[in-house]
């Protein structure tokens, strides 16, 4: 294996999380007497040009062809993306001779606020059935996968675009280097990149293991980030730190002869993540115990409660629940189902562990003792939509960052 970014073969193992199959790919009823395919999840650090990685061993055309995540399942992230485009309009003075392309747009959760404000846009999302429904809500969107071709023709067709978004899938592209010269022929000379990415700070200092998975090639510190847009002669001139995913970085680029200095912000984060050691390959030798560590104490939890004789079930079915759960070997004998809102889901079991899900009503019906958050990173939104558990005594329990009960 080779760095994708700088082909360098020094690569450094950082947390193996053993073999799982693809945490997307939930089965069907038919599927459960068939063979089910894993891969290995085996995070490792570029030792020359810091980039975490793992091997890709599963194609964004594996995963993306039809995709089981609709983005507006989420209340707290449809008013996330509203507040980004509200914002984006003021800071860069968008208006109906602007134009906004968002890459991976997904269902339009994001884009639908740019419609709405008459900004022209476009939205570029691989999965069929979700970019069918973006175009059935009045979205525009084309159905592709992007690269360097794809973007050429819509530079010509479209013109260049004031602002490209690209949220939650810079990670998702095993050929960084095309897809980052393709997002810079989508955006104008003096046009502006938008990035969000789970932060890698977060994810190796609080333990995050379960955002480890096989559509997620590679995991960003703001200094791997700048080295991989300056690919595309693309400059890093100011980021945030957000609260989504866990701790997520929002990276704002520029083609670098419009960049000009950066804000003090991107020297600040640096100076976070140098602190941390995550400028240096020790940093990261902390991440598999850390894992090792909430693994041995879910399942502790869970064998407890079980010896007890209570009832322990899951809400969501999300990508990082799956590697969760395998990486744990939870199944239906220590969670007996999981429940999730994408209709999409109902009626299928999780990936490996062959947990049913349910609809979200079942709770009301079984009335468990406990149950068990596996999207931990939408605490507040789920602890404010579990609340009616507490009628009937149950306990709300969150894995990660550590175990923790928010309800009862």
Same mark, same amino acid.
């Given at each position: ?24 790919? #939930? ?23 810091? %980039? ?69 846009? %476009? ?45 939650? $899938? ?5 050929? %960084?280097?095309? #897809? ?10 003096? &046009? ?46 100011? $980021? ?21 200095? *950066? ?13 941390? &050691? ?8 902390? %991440?598999? *115990? ?23 079930? &899951?809400?969501?079915? *999300? ?36 947990? *049913? ?15 068990? &958050? ?13 609340? #009616? ?7 709300? $329990? #969150? ?10």
């Amino acid at each position: 294996m080779k760095c994708r970014l700088c082909d360098s073969e020094r690569l450094v193992s950082v947390l193996d999380l053993g073999a799982t199959p693809p945490c997307e790919l #939930f089965l069907t009823t038919e599927d459960l007497d068939l063979p089910e395919s894993t891969y290995p999840l085996h995070l490792r650090l570029c030792a020359d040009c810091m %980039l975490l990685q793992i091997p890709a061993l599963v194609t964004p055309e594996d995963t993306f062809t039809e995709y089981a995540y609709f983005s507006s399942y989420s209340d707290t992230w449809v008013e996330h993306a509203r507040q980004f485009v509200d914002q984006s309009i003021s800071r860069l003075g968008l208006d109906r001779s602007s134009s906004i392309i968002e890459v991976a747009s997904n269902d339009g959760y994001l884009l639908k606020h740019a419609v709405a404000a008459e900004i022209p846009c %476009l939205g570029i999302e691989p999965s069929i059935n979700v970019s069918t429904a973006a175009r059935e809500a009045g979205i525009p969107t084309l159905t592709a996968f992007l690269d360097e071709a794809l973007a050429c023709g819509i530079r010509e067709e479209y013109g260049p675009a004031d602002l490209v978004v690209a949220n939650n $899938v810079y990670a998702h592209v095993p050929d %960084l280097r095309g #897809f980052t010269r393709a997002l810079r022929t989508l955006v104008d000379d003096d &046009g502006w990149i938008s990035i969000e990415v789970h932060h890698a700070l977060n994810l190796v200092t609080l333990g995050q293991f379960d955002t480890i998975y096989h559509e997620h090639f590679q995991y960003y510190t703001v200094l791997s980030a700048q080295r991989a847009l300056a690919v595309g002669d693309l400059t890093v001139v100011d $980021v945030e730190l957000l609260d989504t995913h866990g701790g997520s970085i929002r990276l704002w680029a520029r083609p670098s002869g419009a960049a000009g200095a *950066p804000s003090p912000r991107v020297a600040a984060v640096l100076d976070q993540e140098r602190q941390a &050691g995550l400028h240096d390959i020790d940093g990261y030798r902390h %991440l598999e *115990p850390r894992a090792r560590t909430a693994r041995q104490e879910l399942l502790r939890f869970l064998l407890d409660c079980r010896r007890q004789g209570l009832s322990v079930v &899951g809400y969501g079915a *999300p990508g990082k629940g799956n590697t969760l759960l395998n990486y744990c070997g939870i199944r239906p004998d220590l969670l007996e189902y999981t429940v999730d809102r994408n209709p999409y889901k109902h009626g299928r079991y999780t990936p490996g562990t062959r947990l *049913p899900i349910l609809e979200p009503e079942q709770l009301e019906k079984d009335r468990p003792d406990v149950v068990l &958050g596996l999207p931990w990173n939408l605490e507040p939104e789920l602890t404010e939509q579990l609340q #009616f558990i507490s009628k009937w005594g149950g306990r709300l $329990v #969150f894995p990660l960052p550590s175990l923790h009960t928010a309800i009862g």
